[in-house]
C-alpha cells in the first residue's frame, strides 16, 4: 500500500490511458507531470502519519 495512491488514481491519473489508447498521445509526455502528481498525493496522505502515535 503506498498511500495517496488511490488519490492519485482518481486526480491525477484519470483520463491518461484514454488520451493514450484513443487520442494518440504519447505516454512519455505524461512521465513528468505523473510523477510530480504521485509524489504531491503521497506527501499529503503522509501528513496524516506527523501526528499518529
Do not use: Q
Request: glycine share 10%; net charge negative.
Amino acid at each position: 500500500m503506498i498511500p495517496g495512491f488511490a488519490t492519485f488514481l482518481a486526480e491525477g491519473y484519470a483520463g491518461v490511458e484514454d488520451a493514450v489508447i484513443n487520442g494518440g498521445v504519447n505516454a512519455h509526455d505524461f512521465v513528468r507531470d505523473l510523477t510530480e502528481k504521485a509524489n504531491a498525493a503521497n506527501r499529503e496522505a503522509m501528513k496524516a502519519f506527523e501526528t499518529y502515535e
